[in-house]
């Protein structure tokens, strides 16, 4: 079946600096991949959609220049959390898909931000 | 726009007992609706799918959900709870347009020996 491999599964870093975690899928092109945030004990909230090769679109509330996304190739995509506070640490999962038929979600990165 | 409510935000059964996670949703089209499993600090894991074919969908682990038009309601059931069945469910719809998913807000289960 469709696989997607998120890294890391979590990182520390310090407040300042910036992470960068990884969405691939692993055995089909996706078309489309989506960032998810979620807070504990909370469903998942979208922070982006991504196709390859063109510009993510952000959801409302979103800071783009803050978490950067990048879907260079039908099989990888990027989002970068630039000077990073303690207000951002929470869990990211990514999802990817090819058809809009089925959906494939990453094991999740949880940041940690000190 | 398309939404998706989860009746329940906990649902606590004994082992072997059956399992009723309830899911209505909202959708101005034929919608494809979702359930996935999630284990703490793990990703989702797709639990089965409904793409309008059979109204009755199978999924893993011996869980089923049901397609209900007229009442808009997609529920999830198993027959007999296993302790490993303990985790976060998400009810989810997808939007036709443009893929987006659109999550409930959860059900708890909690699964006592």
């Known amino acids: 079946g469709a696989v997607v491999s998120q890294h890391p599964s979590w990182v520390i870093c310090k407040s300042g600096t910036s992470v960068k975690i990884e969405c691939r899928s692993l055995?089909?092109?996706?078309?489309?991949m989506f960032w998810y945030r979620q807070f504990p004990k909370q469903s998942l909230m979208l922070m982006a959609t991504s196709n390859e090769g063109s510009k993510a679109t952000y959801e409302q509330g979103v800071e783009k220049d803050k978490f950067l996304i990048n879907h260079a190739s039908l099989t990888l995509s990027t989002l970068t959390v630039t000077s990073a506070h303690p207000e951002d640490s929470s869990f990211y999962i990514c999802s990817a898909t090819a058809t809009g038929d089925g959906y494939t979600f990453g094991s999740g990165t949880r940041l940690t931000v000190v | 726009a398309q939404s998706v409510t989860q009746l329940d935000s906990h649902v606590s059964v004994s082992e072997g007992t059956p399992v009723l996670l309830r899911c209505n949703y909202s959708?101005?089209?034929?919608?494809?609706l979702f359930w996935y499993v999630q284990h703490p600090n793990k990703g989702l894991q797709l639990l089965l799918k409904y793409t309008s074919a059979a109204t009755l969908v199978k999924g893993i682990n011996g869980f089923e959900a049901e397609f209900k038009k007229s009442e808009t309601s997609f529920h999830l059931t198993k027959p007999s709870a296993h302790m490993s069945d303990a985790a976060e469910y998400f009810c989810v719809v997808s939007t036709i347009n443009d893929y987006k998913l659109s999550f409930g807000a959860g059900t708890t289960v909690t699964v006592r020996a």
């Open positions: 055995d089909f092109q996706a078309t489309t």
């Open positions: 959708s101005s089209y034929s919608p494809s």
